[in-house]
DNA sequence: ATAGCCTTGAGA
DNA sequence: TCTCAAGGCTAT
């Protein structure tokens, strides 16, 4: 295998063996193909033993053909790519395929170089190959107290505390096989990413082929697995409002009804960083070391994806829905608030003009909880591995989703210095309002602001 | 049946 | 002429 000089270091998404080159359609190993081959030359129909969701993998692959066969297909095998006139040589359709593809591969492992990232087989491989485990799962013992109570939310969740009763994976085994199985998934892709409007020129659009490097990788489908539905929360919030309005008699819409809702929005915030793939394996103490430095990124972000999704000029969507007059909120403003509100409509319009999308969005929040700025992490090499993780999903998915758009990594990262500048205002501006006496004492928001200014 | 190596031949 | 992804061959 002389020539091979860019699949050398891959590996075969169905099997994990070494990738001797492109077969039927995509980077596969010589027994892949060969297994494929035969196959469909041979008309052959297998059956599965087990449950037809066996493990396939460099030692196992014999064992259930039904199963290699099933994630041959599912990975992107190229039934018409196997000859039915049986010709040798020569070139097939979708030899063009496979130079785009080539050249997307060196694009985006220079990229990652010039970003001073490595340059490993596959963005994805982390989650699902079994044969390399570069993660480091900490061990996960037993959960310690939290020190972040709140006696509204253990009321209204019945929940003593944030960080307790998570359930976690024991084994350190567990992301080696990935719950979607495929190490990419082009249909599950196509789904996600929705219509092709923004990804012209891209194979997957024409209906005709998914090179592994065109779906979208693995950690994204993973990390949109962990969204909260929109919905839910905005009614649970809603509802939740209502309540303490009527409980406490906070009526109306100004500056305690603003606190109370943001408190309410740090607990979903919360709630979904405990749930989330690779922070709930974290340990307590350390989730709460990387919340508290992140919380408010977390929820300028909240904050400025709904007013890109649903806002419109000169008003704010609040998470209830609910829209607010801007020029009303900031004319009778102190000057900070006027200027975070100024700043915020900036990178509104930043992010707009990026066009950064919900999966680019969702990257941006592992991001921010992953900060690798946080001291005092126990896990510190856990965390970097994530972020870099991140990263590569991020930088592949922008290269693959906008190839029109060769900077848009760069431009992301640059808008989220941007946010965190734009978080570190909004942060002044709560600090410097007397929230406990506009609103109970016992809240989210409190403790967070609190939690920051006391540790370190 | 599997999988490593060999041969073929259209297109760059 | 060279490349490299098809199909073919064969020991295990």
Redesign the pocket.
Known sequence: ?Q?M?D?DLDVCPVCG?AVS?????LLT???????F???V??NKSYTCSETQDCRIDKTQ??RC?FC?FQKCLRVGMRLE???AD???????R???M?KRHRALKQQKNALLQSHGLKVEYHATDVISSPTRTPLNFPNITTTPSNTITSDLHQQTHSSNSFFQNQTRYESPHHYHVSPLGALYSPIHAMAVIGDCSGISGQAHCSGSFSPQGSALPQLLVEFLHCELDELQVQSKIIGRLQQMQGEGGWGGYGETHMYLMVDQMLFYIVEWARGSVFFKELKVSDQMKLLHHCWCDLLALDIVSRQVQHGRQGSLVLVTGQEVDLPALVTPAGPLLRTLVQKGQELVEAFRKLQVDRNEMVCFKFLILFNTDVKHVENQSFVENVKEQVHRALLEYTLCAFPQFLDKFDQLLLCLLDLRALSTLAEEYLCSKDICGEVPCNNLLNELLHAKHHSV
């Not at 080159?21 to 359609?25: A, D, F, Q, V």
């Not at 190993?29 to 297994?35: A, L, R």
Request: glycine share 16%; with cysteine; aromatic share 16%.
């Open positions: 295998m020539y000089s699949a063996d080159g492109y077969h039927y359609g190993c010589e027994s892949c193909k060969g297994f081959k035969r196959t030359q041979n692959r014999k053909p290699r790519a196997v000859r049986r010709m040798r040589g020569g070139r097939n979708f030899g063009p496979y």
